[in-house]
């Protein structure tokens, strides 16, 4: 078996920040017409000068804490050199570690679920290209690309990690697990499309590293990883040397292809940004920044399972998805039930929301509020609706935006708890099903069956204990 080593730079727009890096434009670019979120600064037009936005290094020092780097007392920016059409200045404000100062933050780790822990190289705060749209044929054809500035200067966190993983899978609960944190810290509404974007390493038998750029999704990441173990497998079975050299990920063909050789450091020239001035952070900063740390995906499933009595499976699933947390946690406002809500949630109302569940903003776009499903949970613990007719209501729900009781007051959908009315339903039972009945009177599994015939005839209204009551008293007589 090869050794395999993974290594990643994730790049994480700080996606709540009013404004770009260093200017004022926009920093929601999106939706917006080609070439109009721009000013003299981001285009880099000669005699403009960058202004730091202040927020953008409270929420990289923040980062940088919570994947347990150390955050230094000074920072300063550089010039990374290079000419591409994204990059309107011809070099990127970055940061980068020399001549005794750090980028934002240096040295941490993050745990990954098995409790394996990913080293943390670096983590810096630098600005976005622009976004080159390339027309038909892809980056591979030699036609036409265009290209918009909307997305230049708008600020990135750069996560680097040492190249600790061994293999896919690693790099997918790593990612997962990294875009929750940054969910839950606020910084990145990582469901906005290119706003997580991932650079890969992978080396081989202590070979030479390759490199695969810009990969959209983290499915795509997985991909291209076992793509590239298995190109560099079968190069070095037929004895062929695998250079270093920089790849691009073709998601329509699933293949990568090498698209330059690797620059070395000193291809960029990097040297300190002339118009920022060296930024003294402080202790008091960073001691202000620890101390307001937002609630983290660990200390909220702690918080879940002691403070609310949830169990582990349970909280997991919904800290899994930030959205149905903060939405579960604004019922429990309106009616605290926490367990049966939590359960109500995770079976019932996800197994809805499932097919919907990967796209931008379903809770927010969603006509079920809080208040639907608090009504709605509060009439099963009561005993008004089986769990049955709650889940029809909820398909009323979704569909008209309506009220639980205003359904049921519609539909007259409330359980059956008439004992006249459910007797008939057991009547008919026990008259088409005779075999069955029979074999309930010996084996008391079998009453179940029975009782599931009698909630199919009253279509799920029938008060299951009362039903289930009516059945064994008329089992226990001789000629029922
Ligand atoms: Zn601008």
């Given amino acids: 078996m090869s050794q395999v080593k993974i290594g990643l730079e994730i790049h994480a727009q700080i996606t709540e920040l009013e404004s770009k890096l260093f200017c004022s434009c926009r920093g929601n670019y999106r939706d917006q017409r080609p070439n109009t979120n721009i000013c003299e600064t981001c285009c880099g037009l000669p005699g403009t000068l960058p202004i730091i936005n202040k927020k953008a290094i409270e929420y990289s020092a923040m980062t940088s804490v919570a994947l347990g780097c150390s955050v230094p007392d000074k920072i300063i920016f550089y010039r990374k050199n290079y000419f591409y059409p994204d990059l309107p200045k011809n070099f990127q404000i970055t940061q980068y570690n020399v001549y005794g100062f750090s980028s934002i933050g240096i040295g941490g780790s993050f745990e990954l679920d098995d409790s394996r822990k990913i080293r943390i190289s670096r983590i810096q705060l630098e600005e976005d290209p622009g976004r080159i749209a390339y027309l038909e044929g892809g980056t591979n054809a030699r036609n036409s690309a265009l290209i918009d500035y909307n997305r230049a200067g708008v600020a990135l966190i750069e996560i680097v990690t040492e190249p600790d993983f061994t293999n896919p899978k690693e790099v997918r609960l790593f990612l997962n697990k990294l875009s929750l944190t940054l969910e839950h810290l606020a910084v990145c509404d990582t469901l906005l499309e290119g706003s997580v974007r991932c650079d890969v390493n992978v080396s081989m038998n202590g070979g030479n590293k390759v490199e695969i750029k810009n990969i959209n999704s983290f499915k795509e990441v997985e991909r291209a990883i076992n793509y590239e173990i298995t190109r560099q497998t079968n190069m070095y079975k037929r004895s062929i040397k695998i250079v270093s050299e920089t790849r691009h990920w073709d998601d329509r063909k699933k293949i990568t292809f090498m698209s330059r050789s690797k620059e070395a ?11 920022i001035p060296m930024i003294v952070l402080g202790d008091k900063f960073i001691a202000n920044i620890r101390n307001h740390m937002p609630e983290l995906p660990n200390q909220r499933f702690d918080r ?177």
């Fill in 265 to 275: 450091e000193h291809d960029y020239r990097y040297f300190p940004e002339p118009d």
């Fill in 304 to 480: 879940f399972v002691s403070g609310y009595k949830l169990s582990e499976h349970a909280s997991n699933i919904l800290i899994n998805d930030k959205k149905l947390a903060d939405f579960f946690e604004s019922i429990l406002k309106l009616y605290f039930s926490p367990v049966e809500i939590a359960n109500f949630l995770i079976t019932d109302f996800k197994s809805m929301i499932l097919d919907d569940a990967e796209s931008t903003g379903y809770l927010k776009n969603m006509k079920v509020k809080p208040e639907h499903i608090a009504e709605l949970v509060k009439m099963i613990a009561a005993d008004e609706i089986s769990r049955i007719t709650a889940k029809d209501i909820l398909v009323k729900i979704f569909e008209s935006g309506m009220l639980p009781s205003e359904i049921v007051n519609d539909s007259n959908s409330l359980k059956i708890a008439d004992e006249k009315i459910l007797m008939d339903a057991v009547e008919s039972v026990f008259n088409t099903e005779k075999s069955a009945v029979e074999d309930a009177r010996t084996n008391h599994e079998a009453i179940n069956f029975l009782l599931g015939k009698v909630m199919k005839y009253t279509s799920g209204r029938a008060d299951p204990k009362i039903a289930m009551r009516l059945i064994n008293n008329k089992l226990k007589k001789p000629n029922a």
